[in-house]
């Protein structure tokens, strides 16, 4: 008998122990699922592809955080789901997308992409420039003093 009480409270627990994180804030959830999105499709081919992908990142979320955290999940997705597009297609960060359409209040500070890589290249050549330069300048000066010894 006992045996049998052990059994059901542990079948008990099991069904409704089950413990979800507290439910994420709508930024947060936009961050998961664009991000994710973005993980797994390389090539965004149409709006409608997309939205397929970001409702199966809800419904995980939904069994991983509850009703609640799925419901605006979906919510997120279908009413902003022409911006999300457009947004990944040009490339944006989630973070911007996720700011323009008002799941985050603000931008995070922190560059979120790295700088374009020829910007970098760039900054580097011109660097590499200004040292030639300075030399330049002081084997020209040498050699005038060489060339001019009383100076
Ligand atoms: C993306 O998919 C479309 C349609 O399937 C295809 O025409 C295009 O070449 C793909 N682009 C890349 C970069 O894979
Ligand atoms: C989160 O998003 C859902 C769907 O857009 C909205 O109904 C809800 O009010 C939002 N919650 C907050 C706290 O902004």
């Known amino acids: 008998m006992l045996k049998y009480v052990v059994f059901a409270a542990v079948l008990i ?3 409704y122990g089950q413990t979800f994180r ?3 804030n709508n930024c947060t959830i936009c961050h998961e699922i664009v991000g994710e999105a973005e993980r797994r499709v390389h090539n965004v ?3 409608q592809a997309l939205q397929n992908q970001l409702i199966q990142e809800c419904h995980q979320m ?3 955080d509850g009703p609640d955290a799925g419901k605006n999940c979906l919510a997120i997705v279908n009413d902003n789901i022409a911006t999300i597009y457009t947004d990944m297609k040009a490339g944006k960060r989630p973070s ?3 700011y323009d359409i008002h799941a985050c209040s603000t931008l995070p500070t922190f560059p979120t992409r790295m700088p374009d890589a020829n910007m970098k ?3 580097e050549i011109s660097k590499l420039a200004a040292v030639r330069m300075a030399m330049m300048n002081k084997v020209r ?3 005038m003093r060489a060339s ?3 100076a």
């Open 13 to 15: 627990s099991c069904v």
């Open 22 to 24: 507290p439910t994420p």
């Open 45 to 47: 081919t149409s709006q």
């Open 62 to 64: 939904e069994r991983r």
């Open 96 to 98: 911007q997308t996720c």
């Open 121 to 123: 290249q760039e900054a």
């Open 141 to 143: 000066k040498q050699r």
């Open 148 to 150: 001019n010894p009383v």
